[in-house]
């Protein structure tokens, strides 16, 4: 039974310095959980088994210590799990709202209440209006651009 509890101690003493290493670094708490469990299995093999058979697992652990940490340290091992590519992606910021200008007239898509969706030319835009109600289909004047939002009244 006693060699049970240390293979035991000693694969997830590796286990959890692989998972620390390869897929959560820098949580630290997995990592150093792992050296713990690696070094009880270490000292119980020691203990229970023998010098000749502590020097052996000592050795052992040594070694895939150093390689789970080479392996996980590579740029290709870190590649699998950092952000590679670049977001070109944007968004359109309604302070610079291509088409829309104070003064422009549109067409209320929905019931301003006070807000709601405005039709200029062929672009679609939220809207709010300064408090007053306005029916759907009612013609709308840009009053201004506010705090990223366009503010309407009745044309």
Same mark, same amino acid.
């Given at each position: ?31 150093? +959980? &792992?050296?713990?469990?690696?070094? *009880? =299995?270490?000292? %119980? @093999? ?5 010098? $000749? ?44 709202? +291509? &088409?829309?200008?104070?003064?422009? *007239? =549109?067409?209320? %898509? @929905? ?5 709601? $969706? ?38």
């Amino acid at each position: 039974m006693d060699w049970f509890l240390i293979v035991v101690l000693l694969v997830f003493g590796a286990a959890f310095l692989a998972a620390e290493v390869l897929l959560i670094p820098g949580t630290t708490i997995v990592g150093l +959980a &792992g050296f713990i469990l690696l070094t *009880v =299995g270490i000292w %119980l @093999s020691y203990r229970d088994l023998g010098s $000749t058979t502590g020097h052996i697992i000592l050795g052992a652990s040594l070694v895939l210590t150093v390689v789970v940490v080479w392996y996980g340290l590579r740029p290709q091992s870190v590649n699998k799990f950092a952000l590679t590519e670049r977001n070109t992606a944007r968004v359109d910021d309604v302070r610079r709202a +291509a &088409g829309v200008e104070p003064g422009q *007239v =549109g067409r209320a %898509l @929905s019931a301003m209440r006070p807000a709601g $969706t405005v039709l200029f030319g062929d672009e679609r835009r939220e809207a709010t209006t300064r408090g007053e109600f306005l029916a759907a289909g009612a013609a709308v004047r840009v009053l201004g651009i506010e705090q990223n939002r366009i503010v309407v009244a009745a044309a």
